[in-house]
């Protein structure tokens, strides 16, 4: 699940949902210094030297993509604003941590804090132990009077370690706990949103950020907070310790550390870089190793014979990555030594002032190995700290995408009403309906006003993009109108609760869902208000004309379909639209909206249906969304629409009387089937 921002998996997780033509390298195969910002550059390599330069497109397409913002502002920025942060993004991830698990999180931060205790009590233990030992008298004499205080080290040690270990299995239990509830509430909100939120593109930026890199830098956030509260812990205790020994060495502990930690920013700073440079190439890799792998292009591949090509570009990109990676691989190892051999020549000042306090009797024998031993313990936490400050300070901007997100969608969640929705209704009235996407130019529906009777079958016609989908949504309560009402029976369905109304509502779409679950839950989902048995089911999928080919299915109605899985199964585009068509029976609603519900089907199997739409019509209600026109024949009433608008209605005699848009519809359709 969690990842460290040091993977090359976390700018990539999302990746191979993008068309891969965003930041790209310039390598020649020999190790050449990059070209690339990371922001608009192409890449050049085609692993033996020879230069191939790869797709450039247009500087919109070049520009970082969205998930790689943060790592682009951690890559720029400096380490003294890291700081200033630091606090903030702190305080943000253990919150976090304290709602996914108030007992957890507060074991981890007591068990923390002990053991820093322990280890100071360890480091005070060694002054005692170097005392006795450098004490005047015979040597047995010294190390008696080193025994308590080394009993004591040896406790202080094992408690630490005990300590330690404990909080190691709290952290353990709290990260996933941290991942759970942060993808819970994701999908919880992403799923509390009306339909109508889907279509505005500020949303969904927001909510693609969040999926892709939100969630997994929640559970950073928390698991570097913890690393960051270990290192802090262990270098106040080191430095505490070297404050009571003596005071001049605290300033000696910091400038020691300095050299390491610009180092270790500066190597971080490097991969981030990296990261942004090779962005495209590790999107063109990943997305055409799914595809070489995946089972939907097996037939094509293997149709046109493009393995070995598509080998060949993967091995390039691979090449190309390499490459740069080694590169970077150098440039952070020569980074690190200059680091670590200025930080030895501070360190060095460290202790010759460690020794000039000992050679001035400013300081006692014993108690200068105790500091001895406490500036390598404080050397090694800050080194670590600030390492770990940096990577916290990435992870903290992308969890603001998903704090951002949580907070748009709690400000866009459905409100909930206890106004109980009735069982059935005589009518539902549309009066003035209008609906309009967001930053569309026209509404999708315009001012329509319609009646449906219950019992009836209401046919919608029209060419494409005349509102009829949309204006079934409306009808099953997936969009509310901005202006006019959906009333049940006089009662304006805004006063119902979403989730109550679409209860009353089946919907049959003209592209259903292929839930991974068994056949059985494929059908039983459609209904909530109790589980259904066996027996059930099979009635609702002979309803629906699927229970032949699922009693066919390796498992029958146990089976599951999918063929991602072992011992799953798939079905045809019509075997899908049969079960869509069975959950709908299975439903037991009121309303029945069927939108183009037999697209997939056989001419056969589509007769079937219709006979079953209106054998489930008696008692209920069915409005019909098709292109065919002699499915419309025996509804009821028929709208036409045309540019969202209600232009014509009447049965299939009054609107072939009329000679009108419906008439030619109908007449054009008829005379492909009629002879020369």
């Known amino acids: 699940m969690a990842q460290t921002t040091s993977e090359k998996a976390d700018g990539t997780d999302a990746a191979t949902k993008a068309d891969g033509t965003g930041a790209a390298t310039k390598a020649d195969g020999t190790g050449a210094a990059t070209k690339a910002d990371g922001t608009d550059a192409a890449t050049k390599a085609d692993g033996t030297g020879a230069a191939t330069l790869l797709e450039v497109e247009e500087d919109a397409e070049l520009a970082v993509p969205y998930w790689l913002t943060g790592t682009e502002e951690a890559a720029n920025t400096t380490f003294l604003r890291m700081l200033r942060r630091l606090p903030r993004l702190l305080r943000e991830a253990w919150l976090l941590a304290w709602r996914a698990g108030r007992r957890t999180t507060a074991a981890v931060l007591v ?3 002990a053991s820093g205790a322990a280890a100071a009590l360890g480091l005070i233990s060694v002054v005692g132990v170097l005392d006795g030992l450098l004490s005047a008298g015979p040597t047995p004499e010294r190390v008696r009077a080193a025994v308590p205080s080394l009993a004591l080290l040896i406790f202080a040690l094992a408690l630490r370690g005990l300590l330690a270990s404990a909080a190691t299995a709290a952290h353990g239990r709290l990260s996933p706990m941290v991942y759970e509830a942060a993808e819970m509430r994701l999908l919880d909100l992403t799923t509390g949103v009306d339909l109508a939120t889907f279509d505005d593109p500020a949303w969904r930026d927001a909510m693609e950020r969040a999926r892709d890199r939100g969630t997994t830098a929640a559970q950073q956030m928390v698991d570097q907070g913890i690393e960051v509260l270990t290192h802090l812990v262990g270098l106040v205790a080191a430095a505490g310790v070297l404050t009571v020994l003596h005071p001049a060495l605290l300033p000696m502990l910091v400038l020691a550390v300095v050299p390491t930690a610009w180092a270790a920013v500066r190597g971080a700073r490097m991969n981030y870089h990296s990261r942004l440079r090779l962005i495209a190439v590790w999107r063109r890799h990943r997305m055409l190793a799914y595809l070489l792998a995946a089972r939907e292009p097996a037939a094509e591949l ?24 080694i590169r970077v691989i150098g440039r952070v190892v020569r980074t690190n030594l200059a680091g670590q051999a200025l930080g030895g020549l501070a360190t060095g000042a460290a202790y010759a002032m460690l020794l000039w306090l000992l050679w001035t009797g400013r300081m006692e024998l014993a108690a200068g190995g105790a500091a001895a031993y406490a500036i390598n313990i404080g050397i090694g936490k800050l080194s670590e700290l600030a390492f770990t400050v940096n990577r916290v300070y990435e992870q903290g901007l992308y969890f603001a995408d998903f704090q951002g997100f949580c907070e748009l969608s709690t400000d866009r969640a459905e409100a909930e009403t206890g106004l109980g929705v009735p069982r059935t209704f005589a009518e539902i009235r549309l009066d003035g309906v209008t609906f309009s996407y967001p930053d569309a130019a026209r509404p999708a529906v315009k001012d329509v006003s319609l009646t449906l009777a219950h019992g009836q079958i209401i046919a919608l016609v029209g060419e494409n993009g005349s509102g009829k989908s949309t204006l079934a949504a409306v009808l099953a309560g997936l969009y509310r109108p901005q ?49 259904a048995s066996l027996d059930e089911v099979q009635e609702s999928a002979r309803a629906g004309d699927a229970h032949e080919f699922v009693a066919e299915l390796p498992r029958q109605y146990e089976t599951l379909l999918s063929r991602h899985f072992t011992d799953g199964a798939d079905l045809s585009g019509g075997q899908w639209q049969r079960l869509a068509v069975s959950r709908a029976f299975h439903r037991d609603a009121p309303l029945l909206i069927c939108d183009e519900p037999t697209a997939n089907l056989d001419a056969r199997a589509e007769h079937d249906v219709y006979l079953r739409l209106r054998e489930l019509a008696q008692g209920r209600t069915v409005v019909l969304i098709t292109h065919r026109m002699a499915s419309v024949r025996e509804a009821d009433r028929i709208y036409v629409l045309d540019h969202g608008t209600v232009v014509e209605e009447g049965d299939h005699e009054e609107l072939m009387a009329a000679a009108g848009a419906y008439a030619q519809l109908f007449t054009l359709q008829a005379s492909a089937y009629q002879s020369a």
């Open 302 to 325: 293997r149709a046109f014979t493009v393995r070995r090509f598509l080998l060949a570009e993967v091995a390039r990109l691979l090449r190309v990555s390499t490459i740069e990676e």
């Open 111 to 113: 068990l923390q804090v």
């Open 483 to 531: 202006q006019g009402t959906v009333a049940w029976d006089g009662v304006d369905v805004a006063g119902y609760g979403p989730e109550a109304m679409r209860e009353r509502v089946a919907v049959v779409m003209q592209e259903p869902t292929r839930w991974p679950l068994s056949a059985r839950l494929n059908i039983a989902i459609g209904r909530h208000d109790r589980p």
